[in-house]
């Protein structure tokens, strides 16, 4: 898996950045950093600003990319780096390798790595039934279950919009995932309400906001998260 995304960066540096393609980088400022449903600091249970800075680049239907979160606080520090490629206009299929342990060094995929690698499989609808639905599945890495083997942590989620700015979503973790989403057997992890909104500041330049209001059913909690896209 190293070798791949590694291999795929190369390439993609020295073959195709010189072909008509696009580069593309941003920002997100959230009030609280939860994925999935799961409050990804663990040190402050009522959560803490994230900024979440990613960089990508797309030729044709590929996009390579990396994302990354790090606290205010300095106890959230996360880096991934994934590959996209489009099968269509609707279906889409991506590789990620998460690293938000950071308890080893960076470059260490040796069979304790902190890394996780996850292949996913998702469908936007079309206009006539705008629904979209993703499956995520966890093969290799730190997922471990309670044996030390792999989780194969596996989350599903559907989404549809009830206006152009909103959408509702539900989430669930499939299979045991004690280390990724806390959940022993089927869970209900991510159900919400995302609503978007772009802020006029002057007559060329509106700030994106987005305003989250969501439950995870199978740890009985709540969580309400505002961000704004640079």
């Not at 990396?66 to 606080?73: D, H, L, M, P, Q």
């Not at 499989?121 to 093969?139: D, I, K, Q």
């Not at 045991?176 to 330049?205: C, H, M, R």
Request: net charge negative.
């Amino acid at each position: 898996m190293t070798k791949f995304f590694l291999v795929l960066a190369f390439v993609s540096a020295g073959t195709i950045v010189s072909a008509q393609g696009s580069f593309s980088t941003g920002a997100d400022i959230v009030s609280s950093y939860v994925w999935r449903g799961v409050p990804q600091d663990l040190t402050h249970p009522s959560g803490t600003p994230n900024i979440q800075p990613f960089a990508s680049y797309t030729i044709g239907g590929l996009t390579l990319g990396a994302w990354g979160s790090g606290s205010f606080t300095g106890t959230v520090k996360e880096f991934d780096l994934y590959a996209t490629y489009a099968l269509s206009s609707q279906v889409s299929v991506t590789l990620t390798d998460y690293n938000w342990a950071f308890s080893k060094g960076y470059f260490d995929y040796t069979k304790k790595t902190d890394h996780i690698y996850e292949a996913t499989l998702a469908y936007t609808g079309g206009e006539s039934f705008p629904l979209s639905a993703s499956w995520n599945t966890m093969f290799g890495g730190a997922d471990k279950n309670a044996d030390g083997d792999n989780a194969y942590s596996s989350y599903v989620e559907l989404g549809y919009p009830l206006a152009a700015n909103a959408k509702i979503f539900c989430g669930a973790s499939l299979f045991d995932s004690p280390a990724v989403y806390g959940t022993t057997g089927f869970g209900v992890t991510n159900v919400g309400l995302k609503v978007n909104k772009s802020i006029e500041i002057t007559d060329k330049f509106s700030l994106p906001v987005y305003g989250i209001a969501g439950f995870n059913p199978a740890a009985d909690n709540a969580f309400l998260v505002v961000g704004i896209t640079l």
